[in-house]
């Protein structure tokens, strides 16, 4: 690690994220990846909800070793632990599994049972973005999988970009591409995917949240099904 990547302060942070938005607007995922991994070196992660493992994937092949955070909320299904343990086992990454402070019973027995069915922004920010907001406090920037296609409040999303309530570039290196590229990123490189895509689900998170998509539907229709949310906050 550099001196420059220990001791940056939030506005030169802040002047990289906006620079390089602009410069990386039409760079290749790989590109941007590789920009990121040479500017933060090891203060550099990569942020994976185990849906698929492209942009760890991307990652690993600008940096190997790299970082790979995973939010275990106690809620995922069984086949997102599964492709957790997998992606862990044959590529060049170093997973580092995050969980909340409390346990389900734990937050069951302070908050009452079924908090997600009741208040889901509360079990979101206790389950998810606190514990994701206490394990980037080591890391200067951080990669998401968000694309611009996956729904109306992801269409503004920047390859490289200022995140303000962390303080942290927030690289979002696939922003500009489809599913079919992802699709065809996956059979080109033989990436792990949950397998719950086979299943009707598009957009996969905790198991009491999430259900499969339907005809005509956007990605994330699933994700919360009947209720006015459409993000879980890791990413307003």
Same mark, same amino acid.
């Given at each position: 690690?550099?001196?420059?990547?220990?001791e940056?302060?939030s506005?030169e942070?802040?002047?990289?994220a906006e620079?390089?938005?602009?410069?990386?607007e039409s760079?290749?995922?790989?590109?941007?990846?590789?920009?990121a991994?040479?500017t933060?070196?090891r203060?550099?992660? %990569?942020?994976?909800?185990? $849906?698929d493992?492209?942009?760890?994937h991307l990652a690993?092949? /600008?940096m190997?070793?790299? *970082?790979? !955070?995973?939010?275990d909320t106690?809620?995922?299904?069984?086949?997102?632990?599964?492709?957790r343990?997998?992606?862990?086992a044959v590529m060049?990454?170093?997973?580092?599994?995050?969980?909340?402070?409390r346990?389900v019973?734990?937050?069951?027995a302070e908050?009452?049972?079924r908090l997600?069915d009741r208040?889901?922004?509360?079990c979101?920010?206790?389950?998810?973005?606190?514990?994701l907001?206490e394990?980037?406090?080591?890391?200067?920037?951080?990669?998401t999988?968000?694309?611009?296609?996956?729904s109306?409040s992801?269409a503004?999303?920047? %390859?490289v970009?200022?995140? $303000?309530k962390?303080?942290?570039v927030?690289?979002?290196?696939? /922003?500009?591409w489809?599913? *079919?590229? !992802?699709?065809?990123?996956?059979?080109?490189?033989?990436v792990?995917?949950?397998?719950?895509?086979?299943?009707g689900?598009?957009?996969?998170?905790?198991?009491?949240?999430t259900?499969?998509?339907?005809?005509?539907?956007d990605?994330?229709?699933?994700?919360?099904a009947?209720?006015a949310?459409?993000?879980c906050?890791?990413?307003?």
């Open positions: 690690m550099t001196t420059a990547q220990q940056r302060t506005d942070l802040r002047t990289l620079q390089a938005g602009r410069e990386l760079a290749s995922a790989l590109q941007i990846l590789q920009w991994a040479d933060f070196g203060r550099f992660c %990569v942020t994976s909800s185990m $849906e493992a492209v942009v760890a690993s092949r /600008a190997k070793g790299v *970082d790979v !955070v995973f939010l106690g809620y995922h299904f069984p086949e997102t632990i599964g492709t343990d997998a992606v862990e060049d990454v170093n997973v580092i599994t995050l969980t909340p402070r346990s019973a734990e937050q069951d908050y009452g049972p997600h208040d889901p922004d509360l979101c920010r206790l389950r998810k973005v606190q514990p907001e394990g980037l406090k080591g890391y200067q920037a951080w990669a999988g968000l694309r611009r296609d996956e109306t992801r503004n999303t920047l %390859v970009g200022w995140d $303000e962390r303080q942290k927030k690289v979002s290196p696939i /922003a500009r489809t599913q *079919d590229d !992802v699709d065809a990123y996956v059979a080109e490189h033989g792990l995917t949950n397998p719950l895509l086979m299943d689900y598009a957009s996969i998170g905790c198991a009491p949240c259900r499969r998509v339907l005809a005509g539907e990605a994330r229709a699933g994700r919360w009947g209720r949310k459409t993000e906050g890791l990413h307003e």
